[in-house]
């Protein structure tokens, strides 16, 4: 099957409330679901659990011995006792029920509701979605929503990870909110996040470290005051008009910053690539939403971007998802966001950093 959602339970491992999410699969529930409920529509209803790595030998005299490898364990499900990955005996697993009760416990607070969660890569990965609040508009009737993303993984491929996330109403493109602090949580400590440069509202603990729900999610109860500044933000990058010679340079140079150089040929012409022209297309107006964010503004070249990646870019629905929540794709939507910001502060609107 061409999407990686998981499928071993024979149902696409996803639940959600409202709106279909990309692929038109999963288990829709009504408004209020329990967690159990949620734990076995999404495909979640399962445990990780571990085992020493073991192998046999085939020196002579030895056929018949089998052997544990210090220090390393496989992780399985318990559902189907499928393998997920090899690691060491000190990474720690986060539950896929963990996540699931994370986002209870912030709904018993108020203001979060669950509206997303599920399983990837036959559960090597699995993910939450909340909404914070009904959001507000940026220009008109362009509206954003703020979001909190949780996900962890049982291969190694990331962190646990809890961030927000901005969503425009009208394409259901995924803005990052930066624009405040980051901060990774190590042990029940905080530090300054400088993992990925521009990344902020964002929490992750590694799976050398335990996760401390708790500790998480008061760190991330400074999501309504970055939600506020983030907002303003947008909005004032609503009213910064921007040139058509600007929008070339910006959409080059984002371009050429993620351009592998090619061993021993010259650097190819970036304005030459289907990216670089489909890009200023949507600037010029192919965008979804094009009708209410102009065509001529700094948050309309931002919006470009971020319906390329999240529409456009990769060979599937699944690699553009994964790339634009956790990869490449993210990373690009921070350089733009980044880069609008710049000529916001340049022309006057935005105070610097």
């Not at 009504?30 to 495909?43: I, S, V």
């Not at 909340?130 to 949780?150: E, F, H, S, W």
Request: hydrophobic share 40%.
């Amino acid at each position: 099957m061409a999407h990686m959602l998981d499928m071993t339970t024979g149902q696409a491992a996803i639940a959600y409330v409202g709106e279909a999410p990309w692929h038109k699969l999963g288990q829709r529930l009504t408004d209020g679901a329990d967690l159990e409920t949620w734990r076995r529509e999404a495909g979640l209803a399962y445990t990780v659990q571990r085992t020493p790595v073991l192998f046999q030998r085939a020196d002579a005299g030895a056929a018949d011995r089998i052997e544990a490898m210090e220090g390393r364990d496989v992780l399985y499900r318990s559902d189907s006792g499928s393998a997920l990955s090899v690691v060491s005996n000190g990474y720690y697993v986060v539950q896929p029920g963990e996540v699931l009760d994370f986002f209870g416990k912030l709904a018993q607070a108020g203001g979060f509701v669950l509206e997303t969660a599920g399983a990837l890569s036959d559960g090597k990965r699995v993910w939450g979605l909340a909404k914070v609040n009904d959001g507000a508009p940026v220009v008109g009737q362009d509206t954003v929503r703020p979001y909190l993303l949780l996900a962890t993984s049982y291969d190694g491929t990331m962190a646990t990870t809890a961030k927000f996330t901005a969503i425009r109403v009208v394409c259901h493109n995924t803005l990052t909110m930066a624009a405040g602090t980051g901060l990774n949580v190590t042990g029940g400590q905080t530090e300054q996040d400088t993992t990925e440069g521009a990344v902020v509202q964002c929490v992750r603990v590694p799976h050398m470290k335990k996760f401390d729900a708790g500790a998480v999610r008061q760190q991330l109860g400074i999501v309504l005051t970055a939600w506020d500044r983030w907002l303003v933000q947008a909005r004032l990058l609503a009213q910064v008009d921007v040139t058509q010679a600007q929008a070339d340079k910006f959409m080059a140079d984002l371009l050429l910053s993620v351009q592998a150089t090619p061993k021993g040929r010259p650097q190819p012409d970036v304005r030459a690539s289907r990216s670089y022209k489909r890009l200023m297309d949507l600037f010029g107006g192919a965008q979804i939403g094009a009708d209410l964010c102009g065509t001529k503004s700094a948050w309309a070249l931002l919006n470009a971007v971020t319906d390329y990646v999240d529409h456009e870019r990769g060979r599937s629905d699944d690699t553009r998802m994964t790339s634009a929540w956790f990869g490449a794709g993210e990373g690009l939507k921070l350089k733009a966001w980044d880069a609008v910001r710049e000529i916001a502060v340049k022309a006057g609107a935005i105070e610097p950093a």
